[in-house]
DNA sequence: GAGTGGTCTAGACCACGGT
DNA sequence: CCGTGGTCTAGACCACTCC
């Protein structure tokens, strides 16, 4: 069942084995094995169980009651999303689309202050300067402007741009991992020239969207406004009270 | 420093002596006390040292590098709010401002289908629905309509409704603790009839917000429909890489 | 090789919920 | 009272980074 010597660690590995086991034997609100009875069972220590437990707890598969016992949540079958996907690449693959971007413009230029600002890095820093409008089965979903610092990616060119994915493009082919992206966003209305880039009437509902990713080694490696279709973007999110 | 038979746990008291121990003595992506340090310092198990370690890194205070070390993040500073509050009261605080809620309506009825599926009852079960309007300082913010369970809630009234925020109100009089609410928004604009409510033009940017909230028993407490001004709601939210 | 974070063990005591 | 999850310890070995 687990192999004590993979190199995948034996939380992740109970993981997977705990979901199946939940899926084969237990229906939702039922109760699941305890930590103990668990140890016994798979042959680990408690802190692994709780590692596993915990991951599965977040993941909603299950809760946990003090003094009570841990039970089949039955929530993660809803729960696809909620904004796991980041990319509109995964976005539009989690709506069942099949996504398309088109490059409009790639140009080098010196940062002014605003860029400097939200890109962190100085005044005057070389940067490069995208634009791309975004599609789904032949509708416009989303324009983006798009702004990274240069040094980290040089000789960037469109067809490198067009051949993959930002987010694959970051790894694959400048070292650059990502850790995490924050976004803000906030509902606003269409400009004239941005309803004609989107094919929309002007006044129109959309989403504008800032994001800034930020790699491993906690550099800012993109800044991007995107203005987006009102009728095609729900966002979820779930607060969770601690 | 450190209790150690407090009824706190002592990874939670280390993580206020950490981020005091920061704040003092570090600047952003300076080197932290190694994990064993800190053992010996505070006189902790390594355990409950990575216990409070974890809950620093995701809160943004730290990043660790495997084989280097555990660093200053310097983020923290700029991450307040990132949507952790997701009641009204608590967003407006954070935006510092006094929020303000007038009960427009309260009834209880019978579910129909369409409440019944979104609050998880029986179709013809008792509920309330009220609906509230949101201001801040003299602003019209949004305009929401909820419904609750009614056998969860007995003898809601307006005044005990106006007593105090909704969120208190759940715990304090009825014994229901939120474990977390999840939210659907996307961007639209406002109908007539909207539009009189909020003091706004017809047409205007707004945020529609589909909110569901869950007690500890997993089970639905509220199901609220919000319309806001889309020039006061920025949401902002991390999507950290797995 | 020395130091770091990542994983894991075996065992302990506590606080809570039900009998 | 017993079984549950919550916390904590002391110690071990591994994988990674840098010298």
Chains 1, 2 share one sequence.
């Not at 924050?182 to 959309?206: H, I, M, N, R, T």
Request: proline share 3%; net charge negative; glycine share 4%.
């Amino acid at each position: 069942m687990l192999e004590k010597n993979s190199s995948i660690p034996l939380y992740n590995q109970l993981i997977d084995v705990l979901i199946e086991y939940i899926k084969m034997n237990l229906n939702d609100d039922e109760k699941m094995l305890s930590e103990r009875e668990i140890c016994l069972k798979y042959d680990v220590s408690r802190t692994t169980v709780r590692a596993a437990l915990n991951e599965l707890e977040e993941m909603g598969y299950i809760f946990k009651r003090h003094g009570k016992g841990t039970f089949v949540s039955g929530l993660w079958k809803e729960m696809q999303n909620l904004s796991d996907a980041y990319s509109f690449t995964e976005q539009m693959k989690q709506m069942g689309k099949v996504p398309h971007t088109q490059v409009v413009s790639l140009e080098e230029l010196a940062a002014n202050q605003f860029v400097a600002k939200h890109l962190g890095v100085e005044e005057g820093e070389r940067v490069y300067k995208m634009k791309r409008l975004r599609s789904a089965e032949d509708m416009k979903m989303m324009y983006e402007t798009t702004f990274i610092p240069a040094y980290l990616f040089p000789d960037l060119t469109i067809s490198k741009l067009e051949s993959m994915p930002l987010y694959e493009l970051f790894p694959r082919l400048y070292n650059q991992d990502i850790k995490y992206a924050d976004e803000e966003f906030y509902a606003s209305v269409l400009q004239e020239k941005e309803s004609e880039k989107l094919g929309l009437p002007a006044g129109s509902a959309c989403l504008r969207i800032r994001r800034t990713t930020y790699s491993q080694e906690n550099e800012i490696i993109e800044y991007t406004l995107s203005v987006a279709r009102g009728d095609q973007f729900v966002y979820k999110i779930r607060h969770s009270k601690k």
